[in-house]
């Protein structure tokens, strides 16, 4: 279906500006493997200058407010993040649904208010251990996606993360079955909502303990397009292998 492969790279609150020299290496490494896109969301504070760095990836925030402007202490918004150098957001990533409290309604709110600014999204959906083994996985995340998907949602700006919050930076991952089945899911639930060219064009990844090794074998299920690397992002000599595995 010509899904160009999407990795992208989420550095949560890691990195000083010492740290950036990862990012021109990881950058140097996607120079050569173009049939990917390849992108680093990484802390605010370092988006102008890794942005004026790079030449082959995209630069991403990991959240922005859903308000234009206001009395929101601490937050940035949508046109901040895009003004100091991302060109993408990731909203709704688990971290924030848990630790901030946010809603799915939040969240959609969130990535229409990214979609404004003229940013790209990716939006998480993930289930808990407790969901998953209680066989509810798939019911979850397709009721997450119903209640995050924003209005006007469509393939050239949004993405879709699966990623489990039991696998995130655990070391373990779904099984490859697992995985293909709630992708195919997710797939469908969009084919209902978006109709069926907007699904088919529209790129899910898979997050959660993805590495070297087992990036390729992730990367060739159908419905995945690419991958949410956390801690694997971190490092060139990490995040390299699996930028090769998409390309
Ligand atoms: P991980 O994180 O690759 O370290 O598991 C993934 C994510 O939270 O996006």
Not at 153 to 171: C, F, M, Q, R
């Amino acid at each position: 279906m010509g899904r160009r492969k999407l990795v992208v790279g989420n550095w949560k609150m890691n990195g000083l500006r010492a740290q950036l020299g990862a990012a021109y290496a990881i950058d140097a490494i996607a120079t050569q493997h173009p049939d990917a896109e390849v992108g680093l969301c990484i802390p605010a504070t370092l988006l102008s200058e890794a942005k004026a760095g790079v030449k082959a990836i995209f630069i991403g925030a990991q959240d922005c407010h859903m308000n234009e402007n206001g009395a929101h202490t601490g937050c940035l918004s949508a046109a901040m993040v895009k003004e100091a150098g991302a060109s993408w957001v990731i909203v709704g990533h688990s971290e924030r649904r848990g630790d901030q409290h946010e809603s799915s309604a939040d969240v959609a709110a969130k990535a229409l208010a990214a979609r404004a600014a003229g940013l790209k999204v990716i939006l998480c959906l993930g289930e808990s251990l407790e969901t998953r083994d209680s066989g509810k996985a798939s019911e979850f995340v397709l009721g997450q996606l119903s209640d995050s998907l924003p209005d006007g949602a469509s393939a050239d700006w949004l993405s879709i993360a699966y990623e489990p919050i039991w696998a995130i930076g655990t070391g373990r991952i779904p099984t490859m079955e697992q995985i293909a089945e709630i992708h195919g899911d997710i797939r469908g639930a969009l084919r209902q909502a978006l109709g069926a060219e907007q699904a088919d064009a529209m790129r899910l990844l898979y997050g959660g303990s993805v590495n070297a090794a087992n990036a390729r074998e992730i990367f060739a299920l159908e419905d995945v397009d690419g991958g949410l690397v956390g801690g694997a992002s971190l490092k060139a000599d990490s995040f390299g292998p699996i930028i090769e595995a998409a390309a």
